[in-house]
């Protein structure tokens, strides 16, 4: 499985970009999927995660409210919507995915199988 991770920027502060994951293989439409984030000098992070059906999501509580998580396993892609950017947002972000055939999500980054290249998400003040 290969993810291509797109849709990164410089936006002002409140403003909103829609980050896209495209995946390579028929198997994606059963792994659950994440994001993260990593900033200069710190760990990469959780962001925000989802199920195989997109039924179940779970985000960090900084991004909760302001960011969505959404799939579209037609298209073997998963989505981040972020609004209401902030300076602290900005960061390489990352999609995950995890060879996993179940109902749950997945908050632990090193639970994860596969990784995209990360975009980078710039936020100015």
């Known amino acids: 499985v290969q993810l291509q991770a797109s849709g990164g920027g410089l936006v002002q502060a409140g403003g909103s970009l829609r980050l896209s994951c495209a995946a390579s293989?028929?198997?994606?439409?059963?792994?659950?999927m994440g994001w993260f984030r990593q900033a200069p000098g710190k760990e990469r992070e959780f962001v925000a995660a989802?199920?195989?059906?997109?039924?179940?999501?779970s985000y960090a509580d900084s991004v909760k409210g302001r960011f969505t998580i959404s799939r579209d396993n037609a298209k073997n892609t998963v989505y981040l919507q972020m609004n209401s950017l902030k300076p602290e947002d900005t960061a390489v972000y990352y999609c995950?995915?995890?060879?996993?055939?179940?109902?749950?999500?997945?908050?632990?980054?090193?639970?994860?199988?596969?990784w995209g290249q990360g975009t980078q998400v710039t936020v100015s003040s």
């Open positions: 995950a995915g995890k060879d996993y055939r179940g109902s749950y999500y997945y908050t632990d980054l090193h639970k994860y199988d596969y």
């Open positions: 989802i199920n195989w059906s997109g039924v179940s999501t």
């Open positions: 293989g028929r198997a994606f439409s059963r792994y659950p």
